[in-house]
Nanobody, 127 residues
Framework: QVQLVESGGGLVQAGGSLRLSCAASGRTFSSVSMGWFRQAPEKEREFVAAINYSGGSTAYADSVKGRFTISRDNAKNTVYLQMNSLKPEDTAAYYC????????????????????WGQGTQVTVSS
């Protein structure tokens, strides 16, 4: 079992920055991919960013490339999402997820690749 707890969300003006953190429990954290997804009201959950077990492979949605950076600290069982140049369209609940494949070379981009989810943290960007 893996439990995930997100933090770092909040209200920020357009152009501002936030850093989300996701603390994971369980001994498998360093063996699996981690991902960030987001869901705006009345919209489907969408992929934001992912990182493989070692941090050697990352993937981003086109809408956040160049603005968001995903990273992980396996010693702290934590994955981060640094969000810069935020836009109103980034407003959503952001969810951390842990994958179910061990030692995958690639960062995974679909919800089917993840089996554990956090409770979400709200990010609101005002114009």
């Amino acid at each position: 079992q893996v439990q995930l707890v997100e933090s770092g969300g909040g209200l920020v003006q357009a152009g501002g920055s936030l850093r989300l953190s996701c603390a994971a429990s369980g001994r498998t954290f360093s063996s699996v991919s981690m991902g960030w997804f987001r869901q705006a009201p009345e919209k489907e959950r969408e992929f934001v960013a992912a990182i493989n077990y070692s941090g050697g492979s990352t993937a981003y949605a086109d809408s956040v490339k160049g603005r968001f950076t995903i990273s992980r600290d396996n010693a702290k069982n934590t994955v981060y999402l640094q969000m810069n140049s935020l836009k109103p369209e980034d407003t959503a609940a952001y969810y951390c997820a842990a994958g179910w494949r061990y030692y995958s070379r690639d960062a995974k981009k679909t919800t089917d690749d993840y089996s554990y989810w956090g409770q979400g943290t709200q990010v609101t960007v005002s114009s």
